[in-house]
T-cell receptor
Framework: KAGVTQTPRYLIKTRGQQVTLSCSPI?????VSWYQQTPGQGLQFLFE???????NKGNFPGRFSGRQFSNSRSEMNVSTLELGDSALYLC??????????????FGPGTRLTVL | QQQVKQSPQSLIVQKGGISIINCAYE??????FPWYQQFPGKGPALLIA?????SEKKEGRFTISFNKSAKQFSLHIMDSQPGDSATYFC????????????FGTGTQLKVEL
């Protein structure tokens, strides 16, 4: 099976712009979670989508949003970019049937740099 | 509020030695504890995971020890190899949080020849 894919791998934006990142989960996986990784804050949970519904949300401002499509692919959007949004954005997919916790597999991430 | 504390921050081990990384959690509702390995430029890769109904789980050279009463768990890497040099993260989930993982701060492991 192909792993989790994320596009683009690298992005450079300027303050105030918005950005959209994409994630394609492993075939058959219905849950997609997003994480932000920075040297200072480590790995922090953004949100999780399951069957096109946001199931859980972390403590990030409303500038961070996401959605999931019927084929389980997911996108996250960050509006009005700030310098502090520079980070590696990771997507993780899992089967997550029946509400049980299941193994999560991460993609390679999108490296976002805000200038 | 940091709910998963990880130590040490960095670790240097000789080839063939045992690497030990420790984590402690606060939320007693956590019921799934995975360890991830991350190489530079890559996403975290799932190494091994444990649930609180067992005290130890072994997969190859990797072992998780779990102490429910102390709310602690640890990763042991036996016969450490230079290829094991990476950053290791413990994590926890549960408490009705779906698949939300709360991560430790990471341990940078270097295995020297």
């Amino acid at each position: 099976k192909a792993g989790v894919t994320q596009t683009p791998r690298y992005l450079i934006k300027t303050r105030g712009q918005q950005v959209t990142l994409s994630c394609s989960p492993i075939s058959g996986h219905r849950s997609v979670s997003w994480y932000q990784q920075t040297p200072g804050q480590g790995l922090q949970f953004l949100f999780e989508y399951f069957s096109e519904t946001q199931r859980n949300k972390g403590n990030f401002p409303g500038r961070f949003s996401g959605r999931q499509f019927s084929n389980s692919r997911s996108e996250m959007n960050v509006s009005t970019l700030e310098l502090g949004d520079s980070a590696l954005y990771l997507c993780a997919s899992s089967w997550s049937g029946g509400g049980a916790i299941s193994e999560q597999f991460f993609g390679p991430g999108t490296r976002l740099t805000v200038l | 509020q940091q709910q998963v504390k990880q130590s040490p921050q960095s670790l240097i081990v000789q080839k063939g030695g045992i690497s030990i990384i420790n984590c402690a959690y606060e939320n007693t509702a956590f019921d799934y504890f995975p360890w991830y390995q991350q190489f530079p430029g890559k996403g975290p890769a799932l190494l091994i995971a444990i649930r609180p109904d067992v005290s130890e789980k072994k997969e190859g050279r990797f072992t998780i020890s779990f102490n429910k009463s102390a709310k602690q768990f640890s990763l042991h890497i036996m016969d450490s190899q230079p290829g094991d040099s990476a950053t290791y993260f413990c994590a926890a989930s549960g408490a009705g949080g779906g698949n939300k993982l709360t991560f430790g701060t990471g341990t940078q492991l270097k295995v020297e020849l």
